[in-house]
């Protein structure tokens, strides 16, 4: 397999990472994937007493997480290790962090820290509740975002208690959002000269992600429940069972309706009183439920779709992770990115799920060793072999 050609999007971007475990790491990976340097900065084995925390180097996590970096091991703990963290801080773009948001003063790279060696830096900051308030301090985790951020009571089955999503909503978000407060930044940066400071959190970005269902109760004080796998508002539109599995089935207006009878072959549910506009289908919901779990079974899953997509209904299968990717559309998309490893040989990764007509997104390089680009980094500020040793000996590097 040869390797491709990096992306040269961002390539004029360099961006010091002092992410972990994923919501910064997946901010980090958009602007390496679009070419960026992004140097990913972690401790010197043996230094960090969470090490470990973010998996195994070689598991599938940490692959598809840190692919496209270089590595630099340091130990900012150490003033010597600040010291050099500063000097790439000189002529860097952007700094990426996760960390609580006191740990940014105990270690002396503050947004202010950073700004008085580089006044165009950029400092992107993601925490668990945000850089002030009365939570400030508390460690964060995606389930605790997902129950505080409301997604856990509009989730699963009515009456079946809080159900956490089955993706890390708030983590990934999060780190989707902090990519583009940073490009915002960049392109801001262009006419004023100034880097600033991007923050944003998983309790925030998890109350984004409500988005139409936080707007339901900020503007008209409805508190959305649980609907499991049906539409909170729009009926027939879920999960139906047929003779061999799953589909599922989207009929929103009322020409839908009429081409989904039409789909059935069952013109009497169409000019049946219950069920004649959305209004009176969603207040009759469980009755019309009840009609379409008598029919669905009768045929296989290919049939049904087949049919429905000729009468132009809105509808697709239920898959396993497996059969995604077995999909011809997801085929055709080319989001299972081939790349090969030293160790592990040729893999696959999720791409990056946004096309670019000149400069797409691209996997180059597989994620690196810790400290595999130490020498590499350093020697760009200046370090010679014998002070790189001697930092190395000193466990700074």
């Given at each position: 397999m040869t390797a491709p050609a990096p992306s040269s999007a961002l390539s004029h971007l360099r961006v010091l990472d002092l992410t972990r475990v994923r919501a910064g790491p997946t901010c980090?990976?958009?602007?390496?994937?679009f070419g960026a340097d992004v140097i990913k900065i972690e401790a010197p084995q043996g230094v960090d007493p969470n090490e470990g925390m973010s998996g195994q180097?070689?598991?599938?996590?940490?692959?598809?997480?840190?692919r496209n970096k270089r590595s630099l091991t340091l130990n900012l703990k150490?003033?010597?290790?600040?010291?050099?963290?500063?000097?790439?801080?000189?002529?860097?773009?952007?700094?990426?962090?996760?960390?609580?948001?006191?740990?940014?003063?105990?270690?002396?790279?503050?947004?202010?820290?950073?700004?008085?060696?580089?006044?165009?830096i950029i400092l992107a900051s993601i925490s668990g509740f945000g850089q002030t308030g009365p939570y400030r301090d508390r460690a964060g985790f995606d389930q605790i975002a997902q129950g505080m951020g409301g997604l856990m009571w509009v989730t699963g089955e009515p009456e079946q208690g809080p159900m956490r999503a089955g993706i890390a909503v708030a983590d990934s978000a999060a780190g989707l959002y902090a990519a583009t407060g940073i490009m915002v930044a960049v392109a801001e940066r262009e006419r004023s000269g100034q880097g600033q400071w991007v923050q944003t959190s998983l309790l925030q970005a998890q109350i984004a992600m409500m988005d139409f269902q936080a707007a339901a109760y900020l503007v008209e004080g409805k508190v959305p429940g649980q609907a499991g796998n049906d539409h909170p508002y729009s009926t027939p539109m879920g999960v139906v069972r047929t003779q061999d599995g799953y589909i599922n089935i989207g009929v929103a207006g009322e020409g839908q309706w009429a081409a989904f009878c039409r789909a059935l072959n069952r013109p009497d549910l169409l000019g049946h009183p219950d069920y004649a506009v959305q209004d009176l289908r969603?207040?009759?919901r469980a009755k019309l439920k009840a009609e379409l779990a008598a029919i669905f079974p009768s045929r296989t899953s290919a049939e049904w779709l087949s049919d429905l997509e000729a009468h132009g209904v809105p509808a697709g299968p239920v898959y396993r992770v497996d059969e995604v990717f077995a999909d011809p559309q997801v085929e055709h998309l080319g989001i299972a990115v081939p790349v090969r490893h030293p160790e592990l040989g040729d893999i696959r990764l999720v791409g990056q799920p946004i096309d670019l007509s000149r400069t797409p997104a691209s996997i180059a390089a597989p994620t690196p060793d810790p400290g595999a680009h130490t020498d590499e980094v350093l020697a760009q500020i200046g370090l010679d072999a014998q002070a790189v040793a001697d930092l190395r000996a000193a466990q700074v590097v």
């Open positions: 980090c990976r958009v602007l390496a994937d180097r070689l598991g599938y996590d940490m692959q598809n997480l840190h150490r003033p010597e290790g600040r010291a050099i963290f500063m000097r790439l801080v000189e002529t860097a773009d952007v700094v990426v962090e996760n960390f609580r948001p006191d740990v940014k003063g105990r270690l002396g790279i503050t947004y202010d820290d950073l700004r008085a060696v580089n006044e165009r969603f207040r009759n």
